[in-house]
């Protein structure tokens, strides 16, 4: 959000104030708070203007400025009613140098999830990509994604539904999923040119809305329509204060592990590994315990299996 325009918010957000005394305030003309009140209003944000001067009313039930709109966190945001794909479009704005920003679409055309497979995005769930410039080896870069399944399953949390993460970043709900994770990169053997962290999270999606050939559920299923808003602030706040203290991913993501303890397979480039899922290692590696020793899985497609 244009930063004068941050400034009168969160004047407005405590007590009406006048356009004298707020363009007092920010060093700008009267005419300059005008258009800047103007914009707000345009962009949805509800401004009275009276005697006592201008109020802020409401705010945007969803956009890039509303989830801007007392972001404790240091990213921009980008949205868009509809495109093909945000990880797509967070791919193409890394090539300019771009970094902390987030792409966020109330609908996607071209949504892909993990395995290059299809990913429903109706409009009313919660398609985003984080654009990130984290300064790690390649190798490191799993820690991300466990950081944002946390995220994700902390703001999940905050609509009163209960999830579980099933390695390494599919967020469930009894069993059906939720919510999937992709993340993609560019970079080189010791550094991270830039790193895109996608986030598809079924939100006010109506039952008829998800696929028919997938044990899939919405936070609409589960709980009726969430504030799509205060969702995404609380996963980019809780993912930026993760990514600060690195040490706490692991321990964050156990807790809300739905898949150490069972018996899973996971099929690997190398095969297929059958097991107890018994811990996680950093960066993100499953530990196994199979009939003939322990297997740390770095990549696989997981499944729970029914206890022995």
């Known amino acids: 959000m244009q930063e004068t325009r941050a400034q009168i918010l969160e004047a407005l957000s405590a007590e009406p104030v006048t356009g004298p005394?707020?363009?007092?305030?920010?060093?700008?003309t009267r005419a300059a708070v005008w258009k800047h009140i103007e914009a707000l209003r345009e962009?949805?944000?509800?401004?009275?203007?009276?005697?006592?001067?201008?109020?802020?009313?409401?705010?945007?039930?969803?956009?890039?400025?509303?989830?801007?709109?007392?972001?404790?966190?240091?990213?921009?945001?980008?949205?868009?009613d509809e495109i093909g794909s945000t990880n797509h479009r967070a791919r193409e704005i890394a090539t300019d140098g771009n970094e902390n920003v987030v792409v966020v679409a109330d609908k996607q055309t071209g949504g892909r999830g993990r395995l290059n497979r299809d990913w429903s995005s109706p409009s009313g769930g919660i398609w985003l990509s984080v654009l990130l410039r984290p300064t790690i080896p390649p190798t490191h870069a799993p820690i991300v994604t466990m950081a944002a399944a946390v995220a994700t399953a902390r703001a999940v949390e905050t609509t009163g539904v209960e999830p579980t993460i099933k390695w390494p970043n599919d967020i469930l709900v009894d069993g059906k999923k939720l919510t999937g994770i992709l993340t993609e990169m560019e970079g080189e053997a010791d550094r991270i040119s830039w790193l895109v962290v996608g986030i598809g999270l079924n939100a006010n999606v109506d039952k008829s809305q998800l696929p028919e050939d997938a044990d899939a559920t919405s936070l609409q299923v589960e709980c009726g329509a969430v504030d799509r808003r205060h969702v995404v602030k609380t996963v980019l706040e809780?993912?930026?204060?993760?990514?600060?203290?690195?040490?706490?991913?692991?321990?964050?993501?156990?807790?809300?592990?739905?898949?150490?303890?069972?018996?899973?397979?996971?099929?690997?480039?190398?095969?297929?590994?059958t097991g107890k899922a018994v811990d996680v290692a950093f960066p993100g590696a499953l530990i196994v315990e199979t009939d003939n020793g322990t297997e740390r899985v770095t990549v696989g497609d997981c499944e729970h299996l029914r206890p022995q």
């Open 238 to 273: 809780t993912l930026s204060d993760l990514l600060a203290e690195t040490d706490n991913i692991l321990p964050a993501w156990r807790s809300l592990s739905g898949t150490l303890g069972r018996h899973v397979r996971v099929e690997t480039p190398n095969g297929t590994v």
């Open 21 to 28: 005394e707020l363009a007092q305030q920010l060093d700008v």
């Open 43 to 80: 962009a949805g944000f509800e401004i009275s203007s009276s005697g006592t001067g201008y109020e802020l009313v409401e705010v945007p039930e969803y956009g890039g400025e509303a989830i801007e709109f007392g972001l404790e966190a240091p990213f921009a945001v980008e949205y868009h």
